[in-house]
Nanobody, 121 residues
């Protein structure tokens, strides 16, 4: 069973940047798609970005396209989310997920505990 641990969250001013990391343990995730989702207070969890096992394809929600970049290092069993030009509406708990999916929560079977990202205006 794979365990996922996110890190890199924090408080940042609008326009700033953060880089989230998700380290996998227990088994390799090199054959899985990896994704990032987020949940803002009072809202449903939503898709942010995902990447295929070989990094050939990446997918982004419209709200983050052009600002966020997902990447992975299979040798380190780690996936990253570089977040630039952050906005207050990006404030949320960010979750890492592993699975066979692209954008749907149900397609990802393993989840981390989340890391808080707060963007001040």
């Amino acid at each position: 069973q794979v365990q996922l641990v996110e890190s890199g969250g924090g408080l940042v001013q609008a326009g700033g940047s953060l880089r989230l990391s998700c380290a996998a343990s227990g088994r390799t995730v090199s054959s899985y798609s990896m994704g990032w989702f987020r949940q803002a207070p009072g809202k449903e969890r939503e898709f942010v970005a995902s990447i295929t096992w070989n990094s050939d394809n990446t997918y982004y929600s419209d709200s983050v396209k052009g600002r966020f970049t997902i990447s992975r290092d299979n040798a380190k069993n780690t996936v990253y989310l570089q977040m630039n030009s952050l906005k207050p509406e990006d404030t949320a708990v960010y979750y890492c997920a592993a699975g066979g999916g692209r954008t749907l929560e149900a397609e990802f079977g393993a989840w981390g505990q989340g890391t808080q990202v707060t963007v001040s205006s």
